[in-house]
Nanobody, 114 residues
Framework: QVQLVESGGGLVQPGGSLRLSCAAS????????MGWYRQAPGKQRELVAA???????NYADFVKGRFTISRDNAQNTVYLQMNSLKPEDTAVYYC????????WGQGTLVTVSS
């Protein structure tokens, strides 16, 4: 069983950048498909980006060209580099690991505001 801890959220101005990290423990991250999801107030949780154990990536249309997901299996960590942030990117961002079942972190808040 894997435990996930997100970090790197905070307040940023529109057009700015943040890098989220998801540190895993309890299991080798390399065997999991990983993803970042987000949930804004009053909205459903949605997929932002995903990366397979083989490194194949997939992005939601609303972040293509702005966000990059990556993984460092040696560090047991997954990252989400977020550039050109917009106010509508404001949400709690959750890390997800999937292998036979879903595992979730506690989330990290990203606020994009001037």
């Amino acid at each position: 069983q894997v435990q996930l801890v997100e970090s790197g959220g905070g307040l940023v101005q529109p057009g700015g950048s943040l890098r989220l990290s998801c540190a895993a423990s309890g299991s080798m991250l390399s065997i999991y498909a990983m993803g970042w999801y987000r949930q804004a107030p009053g909205k459903q949780r949605e997929l932002v980006a995903a990366i397979t154990s083989d490194g194949i990536t997939n992005y939601a249309d609303f972040v293509k060209g702005r966000f990059t997901i990556s993984r460092d299996n040696a560090q047991n960590t997954v990252y989400l580099q977020m550039n050109s942030l917009k106010p509508e990117d404001t949400a709690v961002y959750y890390c997800n690991a999937n292998r036979l079942r879903n595992y979730w972190g506690q989330g990290t808040l990203v606020t994009v505001s001037s």
